[in-house]
């Protein structure tokens, strides 16, 4: 299992912004793709944005155009800049690495952080 940090979450109000953190083991953060998922009280977990080896981004639609992945090598950090928040964006956020977003479909990897709430006001 590899250890990933999450950092960032909070209480923001419906509009607002907020950067969420993913601190990864560097041996491992330039050779997986990444993602980020959410979890929601009584809904199943669920892809937010996923980043490939080679850079290939994925958005689920409802996040598409508000959220933005991105990956910072020097300090083996993924981060995801959410704005526009909605209430609906409400969930406990994880990171994951080892999955797949490069074809069609994607998969999420075997290791996953440990979670950090975003609440939004309305």
């Known amino acids: 299992q590899v250890p990933l940090v999450e950092s960032g979450g909070g209480l923001v109000q419906a509009g607002g912004s907020l950067r969420l953190s993913c601190l990864t083991p560097?041996?491992?953060?330039?050779?997986?793709?990444m993602g980020w998922y959410r979890q929601a009280p009584g809904k199943q977990r669920e892809l937010v944005a996923g980043?490939?080896?080679?850079?290939?981004?994925r958005y689920s639609d409802s996040v598409k155009g508000r959220f933005t992945i991105s990956k910072d090598n020097a300090k083996n950090t993924l981060y995801l800049q959410m704005n526009s928040l909605k209430p609906e964006d409400a969930a406990v956020y994880y990171c994951?690495?080892?999955?797949?977003?490069?074809?069609?479909?994607?998969?999420?990897?075997?290791?996953w952080g440990q979670g950090t709430q975003v609440t939004v006001s309305s």
């Open positions: 980043i490939s080896r080679s850079g290939t981004l």
């Open positions: 994951n690495a080892g999955g797949d977003y490069s074809g069609s479909d994607f998969r999420p990897g075997p290791n």
């Open positions: 560097r041996l491992i953060f330039s050779r997986v793709a």
